[in-house]
């Protein structure tokens, strides 16, 4: 049988035989594999830019923690709502705009947006016994 | 086949158990996986708010050949959709975690928690049943009393086992942010639970009051740089507890030096090359789960691309650092988009604490063995695994050669992902959680 650790690539078995790189963080590999110069995450973030130039210079700060509190906030305003709905007819709502981020008032909730209705409580699959 | 001990001294057998559901709702995706103190017990918590209990049959003379193997116990609702109307927010039942008590009589004890409200639930067996009341018939319904001319003993008949889970504590409004992580103190008596940005001290007696230990909520939350993402107290000393952060940091803590632990006793960071730094370094760096070896000796932290493995008595790096799947370097922008850079992975060790565990994507799980520096991945996927044979160990491959039995990074399943796994805490069984499914896997022994 092939001894799969010697698949080309960054195979961790291999290194690890070789490199005894068990105290090596994971940027210090990034730079003994790149021949190119390139890190690859430095690519990667390029090609990002180039896709949302809008995006923030302070990565992971405040906008994803606060993001990441406020999740499950759902508002809901009813006179918004059949608005919405009734404008629907005619012509296309705004939009949520570019600022994703925070949920402001700004966002009409249309019959879509709203959150499904929960199905039943039922019981687990996994306790209806399908053993294989 | 006896290439694979070449990679771990284990060798697991595929399961002689998948608990699936074929067609699954998103309330079925399973998101805690838990095995009890003695393993006797494996819980799993998923989307819907529900408890499954498995227990392992025990081994009876006639079946030697097989282990013993999980079967369902017990299962209830353990927690229900709520909306705040007051903050309009809605509150999920998703399990988050479960963390078991250890024994101490016959009934067993355990802590699930959602985003907001933990519970202890009781589970309890009942085989008898009292029979011959004097004032009720058999049916339940009451009797004359004029009609009574004797008395009788009721005594206690065997009935068929049902297993019984009720809450006995609801600690609840304690969180104003999302619970993240809950931990039985060694003292039995006491348990924490934390959230993005406090973590509170309860009694499991008391249901209306807890401590606050750690409150990193800046005065301006627009100062806001970092966010509490796992905690767990230490397996031995009552006092001392870590909890981890979203900037790859870990503060170790002891509650003796004062009541409000913002000011850590240890503080784990391995430095960072500046010039390495990129858009996604914090992200990637965000550590998702911390947990304590068994001895207490050591932490393992999980982020989005390593499992490291630090000395409590080292704090500027760690001793041990895996690489789980590098090759998503290359993929970092694309995981941003579908927001997979996010996904929380958790790990665990085996009892031993010479092996830990930790998922990937394409059901693909790795484990590490500490001593031999061997790793190895693995599949819990229905068509790689026949009854008897041997998980083969899985291969991904990066550009150049793709040989036969190899995956290309392309071809990665990235909504398949292994966040949730469980060792038990003696034996090498593992429990593995793939979405919606279970596999417990089993050392073969033979």
Known sequence: MDRATHCPGPSMSQKQEEENPTEETGEEKQDTQEKEGVLPEKAEEAKLKAKYPSLGQKPGGSDFLMKRLQKGQKYFDSGDYNMAKAKMKNKQLPSAGPDKNLVTGDHIPTPQDLPQRKSSLVTSKLAGGQVE | ?446
Request: proline share 4%; hydrophobic share 35%; net charge neutral.
């Open chain 2, 1 to 446: 086949m006896k290439c694979f001990s070449r990679y771990l001294p284990y060798i697991f057998r595929p399961p002689n158990t998948i608990l699936s559901s074929s067609c699954h709702t998103e309330a079925d995706i399973i998101s805690t996986v838990e095995f009890n103190h003695t393993g006797e017990l494996l819980a799993t918590g998923d989307k819907g708010g529900r408890v499954v209990i498995f227990q392992r049959e025990q081994e009876s003379k006639n079946q030697v050949h097989r282990r013993g193997e999980y079967n369902v116990y017990s299962t209830f609702q353990s927690h229900e959709p709520e909306f705040d109307y007051l903050k309009s927010l809605e509150i999920e039942e998703k399990i988050n975690k479960i963390r078991w008590l250890p024994q101490q009589n016959a009934a067993y004890f355990l802590l699930s928690t959602n985003d907001k409200t933990v519970k202890l639930w009781k589970v309890s067996e009942r085989d008898k049943r009292p029979e011959g009341y004097n004032l009720k018939d058999e049916e339940g319904r009451l009797r004359d009393p004029a009609t009574i001319t004797t008395l009788r003993v009721p005594v206690l008949r065997p009935m068929d086992l049902m297993v019984e889970a009720t809450p006995r504590r609801v600690f609840a409004n304690a969180h104003t942010y999302h619970i993240n992580s809950i931990s039985v103190n060694s003292d039995y008596e006491t348990y924490m639970s934390a959230d993005d940005l406090r973590i509170n001290l309860w009694n499991f007696e008391i249901t209306n009051q807890s401590f606050n230990i750690v409150d990193i909520k800046p005065a301006n939350m627009e100062e806001l740089t970092e966010v509490i993402t796992a905690a767990e107290f230490h397996p031995h000393h009552c006092n001392t507890f870590v909890y981890s952060s979203s900037k790859g940091t870990i503060r170790l803590c002891d509650m003796r030096a004062s009541a409000l632990c913002d000011r850590h006793t240890k503080f784990f960071e391995e430095p960072e090359d500046p010039s390495n730094r990129s858009f996604f370094s914090e992200i990637i760096s965000s550590i998702s789960d911390v947990k304590f070896s068994h001895s207490g000796r050591c932490i393992m932290t999980r982020d989005y691309l390593t499992v490291k493995v630090w000395d409590l008595n080292m704090e500027n790096r760690p001793v041990e650092t895996y690489q789980v799947h590098d090759y998503l370097r290359s993929k970092l922008c694309s995981l941003y988009e579908n927001d997979c850079i996010f996904d929380k992975f958790e790990c665990v060790w085996n009892g031993s604490d010479s092996v830990i565990m930790t998922g990937s994507y394409n059901n693909f799980f790795r484990m590490f063995d500490r001593n031999t520096k061997r790793d190895v991945t693995l599949e819990a996927s229905r068509e790689n695994s026949k009854p008897r044979a041997i998980l083969k160990p899985r291969k991904v491959c990066v550009g150049g050669k793709r040989r036969k039995d190899e995956i290309s990074v392309d071809s990665l399943d990235f909504s398949k992902k292994i966040l949730h796994t469980a060792w038990h805490p003696s034996e090498n069984i593992i429990a593995v959680a793939a979405t919606n499914n279970l596999y417990i896997f089993q050392d073969k022994v033979n």
